[in-house]
């Protein structure tokens, strides 16, 4: 049975840090890219980071470089989402998405909200 079960969120202030967990099981996860997504209220899913099988590569929305750092760990089968100097307007919804040619399997989120 796939599972993406993500973790680590909650409530932070401006300026603070977060570190989200996606922990994958029931398919080859070192086989697979990993990307974090998040979604805001009334807003679309937006990609924010994206780490390759090896992590040899990495990619950031413009919105998040500089603060964020994805990461994974193959051998415990999980991937991460450092997130500091978090600002309100990261406040959403962040999933985990595995990818591999069709195969394409999603966490089901957690809330990060970011205020004072």
């Known amino acids: 049975q796939v599972q993406l079960v993500e973790s680590g969120g909650g409530l932070v202030q401006p300026g603070g840090s977060l570190r989200l967990s996606c922990a994958a099981s029931?398919?080859?996860?070192?086989?697979?890219?990993i990307d974090w997504y998040r979604q805001a209220p009334g807003k679309e899913r937006e990609l924010v980071a994206s780490?390759?099988?090896?992590?040899?590569?990495?990619n950031y929305a413009d919105s998040v470089k500089g603060r964020f750092t994805i990461s994974r760990d193959n051998a415990k089968n999980t991937a991460y989402l450092q997130m500091n100097s978090l600002k309100s307007e990261d406040t959403a919804v962040y999933y985990c998405?595995?990818?591999?040619?069709?195969?394409?399997?999603w966490g089901q989120g957690t809330q990060v909200t970011v205020s004072s």
């Open positions: 029931g398919f080859t996860f070192n086989a697979y890219v």
């Open positions: 998405n595995a990818h591999f040619g069709r195969d394409s399997y």
């Open positions: 780490i390759n099988r090896n992590s040899i590569s990495t």
